[in-house]
């Protein structure tokens, strides 16, 4: 069956440390993977889209990772700051899927001072 | 506004009831999705319209659930006959287009339905 798995345990981090955060998915074949933060009560916000033969992409604080052949992605968010704390998802984009998003359920990040 | 806008942002119907739920995507685009997100889960694709083309409707759970467009603007998502397993999250977005991939998807704050 299709999965797309991301820890689903809370990751607390200290302040200033790289939060790495990862989405694997099984029986999938994503042309892209987009990763988007949501805040509580409030809707996913787009962070960072790779294309399926893109190795990594990178904006400001944040990088993506995308390997195709171990079916995951990481996402990263080098120096951390309280603000940081969220959930973030991952989200399969199909080929051929019209655009339509998969989304995993979720890392809840914590960063603490 | 600059955003999706939906409405409304709270709703708490009894069993049984019909609900009408409101999508203003941002001007000029022209693709439009809804997505359902129970506690402590993913979303769910439900439908999605992409200009004057006819809605990929492959996510809605039953024939209860069915989504208009107006053109390339307002959206609704109405809700038959509500029962308790549909109380969620449901939220709205938009993109400049569905037709070319790699477009990020814009997201207004949901209406949080509550079905007694």
């Known amino acids: 069956s299709q999965k797309i798995e991301q820890n689903s345990e809370a990751l607390n981090i200290q302040e200033g440390k790289t939060a790495t955060l990862t989405c694997n998915y099984t029986?999938?074949?994503?042309?892209?993977l987009q990763w988007y933060r949501q805040d509580p009560g409030r809707g996913p916000v787009f962070l960072l889209l790779?294309?399926?033969?893109?190795k990594e992409k990178r904006k400001e604080r944040l990088k993506v990772t995308f390997d195709t052949t171990l079916k995951q992605s990481l996402f990263h968010i080098t120096a951390s700051q309280p603000a940081d704390s969220a959930t973030y998802l991952c989200?399969?984009?199909?080929?051929?899927?019209?655009?339509?998003?998969?989304f995993g359920t979720g890392t809840q990040l914590k960063v603490e001072l | 506004g600059a955003g999706v806008s939906q409405s409304p942002s709270n709703k708490v119907t009894e069993k049984g009831k019909d609900v009408e739920l409101r999508c203003d995507p941002i001007s000029g685009h022209t693709a439009l999705y809804w997505y359902r997100q129970r506690l402590g889960q993913g979303l769910e694709f439900l439908i999605y319209?992409?200009?004057?083309?006819?809605?990929?409707k492959s996510g809605l759970p039953s024939d209860r659930f069915s989504a208009e467009r107006t053109g390339e603007s307002v959206s609704t998502l109405t809700i038959q006959r509500t029962q308790q397993e549909d109380s969620a999250v449901y939220l709205c977005?938009?993109?400049?287009?569905?037709?070319?991939?790699?477009?990020?998807?814009?997201f207004g704050d949901g209406t949080r339905l509550s079905i007694l």
């Open positions: 319209f992409q200009g004057n083309s006819a809605p990929d």
């Open positions: 790779i294309r399926e033969n893109e």
């Open positions: 029986n999938y074949s994503p042309a892209y």
């Open positions: 989200a399969l984009e199909l080929t051929g899927g019209g655009n339509k998003l998969t």
């Open positions: 977005a938009s993109s400049l287009t569905g037709s070319h991939s790699n477009q990020p998807q814009h």
